[in-house]
């Protein structure tokens, strides 16, 4: 990489301190307390912070959406969140770092043979409000009906929903303590998480950050802090350029 200026480092944290979103509510990504987060995009940011000699701070949430309004609303520098249309009106992505994939779950009784199946008439997919997969859901399903909760997996037992969406790795989990569910297959989307910080940074500032992502990317270091937060470096993103 190259030397960092200190107006780049002016522009990323005006503060001096670099404020960084985390959303606990992905353990793909994030695990531990708000006192202490651990997980790929905690070592992401502490390794944006070493490059340009800042102190770190993390500010951590439950939901992606409360993390997107922390960046939106000049409560962050820097988050990780899933790129998505909407989002990007606001924040300045870089390439992915991680892919992870929107599954689906459904009762062992259900008609449903495949996550095709599910966009029809009079069915209810439950969804974690403000995530990727309910941001993208609500666009794609023409005909069946997105029902919004602070858990999609708790909102579609609490209201007997014909469908469950969620990231694979939770999903997977839950299932498998819950013998009358399963999943449908193939996964309905792939999730690119991706770091970003807000349009009003400088175009040097997103380069940088976006240059540093895709080495860390090429350089395998996703995918050995995947491992060592107990993840498959598998899901690290594939090295672009």
């Given amino acids: 990489m190259t030397p960092i200026d200190a107006e780049l480092v002016r522009d990323l944290a005006p503060t001096g301190v670099l404020r960084v979103s985390i959303n606990l509510g992905n353990p793909v990504l994030a695990q531990g307390t708000p ?14 912070g070493g490059r340009l000699g800042l102190p770190v701070r993390f500010v951590c949430f439950d939901a992606a959406r409360k993390s997107y309004a922390a960046m939106t609303e000049g409560r962050a520098d820097l988050c990780f969140l899933a790129v998505d249309p909407g989002r990007e009106e606001e924040v300045a992505f870089s390439a ?4 992870i994939e929107g599954t689906y779950a459904v009762e062992q009784g259900s008609p449903f043979v495949s996550a095709a199946d599910v966009d029809r008439v009079g069915v209810r997919v439950g ?8 941001l993208y859901l609500s666009r794609a399903l023409r005909h069946a009906t997105v029902v919004r909760g602070d858990d999609g997996v708790d ?10 969406a969620g990231i694979r790795q ?3 989990a839950h299932v498998a303590r819950r013998p009358e569910l399963r999943l449908l297959e193939p996964a309905f989307m792939t999730i690119r998480q991706a770091m970003g910080t807000t349009r009003e940074r400088g175009p040097e500032t997103v380069r940088f950050l976006s240059a540093l992502v895709a080495e860390l990317v090429a350089s395998g ?4 802090a995947l491992r060592r937060s107990g993840q498959d470096p598998a899901l690290a993103a594939p090295a672009v350029g």
Avoid: C, M, N, W
């Fill in 155 to 164: 909102v579609f037992h609490a209201e007997g929903l014909d469908v469950a």
């Fill in 35 to 48: 006192e202490e987060p651990g997980g790929v995009s905690v070592a992401l940011a502490r390794e944006v």
């Fill in 127 to 134: 969804v974690k409000k403000g995530s990727a997969y309910d």
């Fill in 221 to 224: 270091f996703v995918a050995e």
């Fill in 170 to 172: 939770p999903l997977t």
């Fill in 96 to 99: 992915p770092y991680v892919h």
